[in-house]
């Protein structure tokens, strides 16, 4: 709950910086603060997915080591899981190229 709570409040506070940003000068694609936003929120976004990516691994590896005879049902649980976590920093990285490509609230 935290974790999330956290997570939803890095993303709010960082895109909002995004899109208060001033307009990028004549020739410039995008803003600094767009860009540094972007940035952070994709490195907040892919660190947090990797620890839960390696969390999982670890607990069925644990999983597997208890129970070898549970290895397929494991194995095919953590395959899952490991794609509904890629997906958020998926997700994740297109709301980024969204906010680095697309001019905010039509600037």
Do not use: D, H
Not at 13 to 38: C, D, K, M, N, R
Not at 51 to 66: S, V
């Amino acid at each position: 709950m935290r974790k999330s709570l956290l997570m939803t409040l890095a993303m709010v506070l960082f895109a909002s910086a995004a899109f208060a940003s001033e307009p990028a000068a004549a020739g410039a694609a995008v803003g600094p603060t767009a860009a540094w936003a972007t940035a952070i929120g994709m490195a907040i976004a892919a660190g947090l997915c990797g620890l839960g990516q390696g969390m999982g691994l670890k607990a069925a590896c644990e999983g597997t080591a208890r129970n070898p005879e549970a290895g397929g049902k494991l194995t095919v649980t953590l395959i899952l899981g490991l794609a509904f976590i890629e997906s958020l920093a998926i997700y994740a990285l297109v709301v980024n190229l969204i906010l680095l490509f697309v001019k905010p609230l039509g600037a």
